[in-house]
């Protein structure tokens, strides 16, 4: 048996559950996540307690990633996910327009990036953006789908990345 799963999901009391047919959703103060289990993954609740188990010995891997989602997806539902984005360079900015964002990057045009459904951008400065949403996956989805219009450059440093990321900067060619 998986070492994630053996530890049961406790869920907090101001979040609702329900599972019905192969498929549990949560409900909390930021909103509603659902996930389809596994067939060969059983779940038994107990009070505000969710026990994984499986009848195979081969479904560890499926035993832990089915934990594992399912507290994503507590955590989500209570707190929400964040991911930090900062750009570095001279004349980077950014700013949100009808819940576009606009990155001037240093190309000859603005770069808009519309969020997906769920996601919440703000700019806290004009060099800070700051990724909100209850689930994980599509929050750091989002993060790296930004990230990759102008990945940080190895010689000055300059682009998107991540807030608290360190790039290696190398020294450039000498005579």
Do not use: W
Not at 12 to 27: M, Q
Not at 79 to 89: A, C, D, P, T, Y
Not at 112 to 121: A, C, L, Q, R, V
Request: include cysteine; glycine fraction near 8%; charge should be positive.
């Amino acid at each position: 048996m998986s070492r994630i799963s053996k530890k049961p999901l406790i869920i907090p009391e101001d979040i609702k559950f329900n599972l019905s047919n192969k498929t549990i959703s949560f409900e909390g103060k930021h909103g509603e996540l659902s996930y389809n289990i596994d067939p060969s993954v059983n779940l038994r609740i107990e009070n505000n307690t969710i026990f994984i188990s499986t009848e195979k010995k081969k479904n560890n891997a499926i035993l832990g990633l089915t934990k594992i989602l399912l507290t994503n997806m507590v955590i989500g539902v209570n707190i929400g996910f964040e991911k930090k984005l900062k750009l570095i360079g001279v004349g980077y900015k950014a700013k949100i327009k009808d819940k576009i964002l606009e990155l001037n990057l240093g190309f000859s045009h603005v770069v808009k990036y519309e969020p997906k459904k769920g996601i919440n951008i703000t700019c806290n400065s004009n060099t800070e953006v700051t990724i909100f949403g209850i689930n994980k996956q599509l929050v750091g989805q989002t993060a790296a789908e930004i990230r990759l219009i102008r990945p940080p450059e190895p010689y000055k440093g300059k682009g998107i990345r991540y807030l608290h990321e360190k790039v290696r900067i190398k020294d450039s060619k000498k005579k």
